[in-house]
Antibody, heavy 116, light 113 residues
Framework: EVQLVESGGDLVQPGGSLRLSCAASGFTFSSYWMHWVRQAPGKGLVWVSRIDTDGSSTHYADSVKGRFTISRDNAKNTVYLQMNSLRAEDTAVYYC?????????WGQGTLVTVSS | DIVMTQSPDSLAVSLGERATINCKSSQSVLYSSNNKNYLAWYQQKPGQPPKLLIYWASTRESGVPDRFSGSGSGTDFTLTISSLQAEDVAVYYCQQHYYTPPAFGQGTKVEIK
């Protein structure tokens, strides 16, 4: 059974940093692109970032470019999202998703709240 | 960037009746080399992550009831729930995965009338 479990969400002050993790199981992790998608409270889904199978290629939404860094450790079956210079508008539930044909499996999400 | 626009924003349908959601892409998501539309539909129930329902515009994900169907090509797509059930109350999103960045529609909330 495919499972994606996010962790690392927390309350952080504006300008602060946070690292999210997504632990994967039930599939060959190193064969799939992985994505982060976020959802602000009461709002829609917004793609944040993706990483290819070996980490050699990454892409970011313009809203997070230069502040967020996606990475992965295929030995640990884990994808990460390092978030720096956090802003109030980054407040959201962050989901990791497996990149099959499209986002075919999602984790339950982890809540990031940016507030003073 | 590609913009995905859904209509309506919400709809209320009686149990057993048909629900139709439209999705329009600002550019074609049809890839001519394989004749596939890179358009997916997701269902999100309150407090849950999204669930993939349909990909390639019309292919149901494994385990998705056949009352859900997708149609359309190029820039215009439709998700149809042929006979609405109580468990179908949710927000539905379309999403293009042809271009980077992938883009979602704003969502359509489906309720029971």
């Amino acid at each position: 059974e495919v499972q994606l479990v996010e962790s690392g969400g927390d309350l952080v002050q504006p300008g602060g940093s946070l690292r999210l993790s997504c632990a994967a199981s039930g599939f060959t992790f190193s064969s799939y692109w992985m994505h982060w998608v976020r959802q602000a409270p009461g709002k829609g889904l917004v793609w944040v970032s993706r990483i290819d199978t070996d980490g050699s290629s990454t892409h970011y939404a313009d809203s997070v470019k230069g502040r967020f860094t996606i990475s992965r450790d295929n030995a640990k079956n884990t994808v990460y999202l390092q978030m720096n210079s956090l802003r109030a508008e980054d407040t959201a539930v962050y989901y990791c998703a497996r990149g099959g044909i499209t986002f075919d499996y999602w984790g339950q999400g982890t809540l990031v709240t940016v507030s003073s | 960037d590609i913009v995905m626009t859904q209509s309506p924003d919400s709809l209320a349908v009686s149990l057993g009746e048909r629900a139709t959601i439209n999705c329009k892409s600002s550019q074609s998501v049809l890839y001519s080399s394989n004749n596939k539309n890179y358009l997916a539909w997701y269902q999100q129930k309150p407090g849950q992550p999204p669930k993939l329902l349909i990909y390639w515009a019309s292919t149901r994900e494994s385990g998705v009831p056949d009352r859900f169907s997708g149609s359309g090509s190029g820039t215009d797509f439709t998700l149809t729930i042929s006979s609405l059930q109580a468990e179908d109350v949710a927000v539905y999103y379309c999403q293009q995965h042809y271009y980077t960045p992938p883009a979602f529609g704003q969502g359509t909330k489906v309720e029971i009338k």
